[in-house]
């Protein structure tokens, strides 16, 4: 497996340089979402559209606005994982997590 290079940019310096790569799951049917670099201690609140590693469709959404990006789906379930919104303190695109609804493992 090649190694993978982190995304290192003022917004991982603001979290102290640390850094994971995480597996992204439905929790409903276990169906991989993407891989995402997680920065920082903490729980996973929100999946920034920029620190998503591996999904095709998701990598490409990052030029649009808010109001033309759709919820992120399970492909295999079709249940709603997160939903999109601009995250103001940092005035990012992201994704808000809907609890419970991902599983998430570190790689």
Known sequence: MAKRKFIINRYTKTRQGRNKILQITCSKCNTEICKYQKDGDG????????????????TQVLTLDKKDIAPLICPNCHTVLAVPYIYKKENRLAYRIINSSIHKKEV
Do not use: A, V
């Open 43 to 58: 729980r996973l609140l929100r999946l920034y559209l920029d620190r998503i590693l591996s999904h095709d469709t998701l």
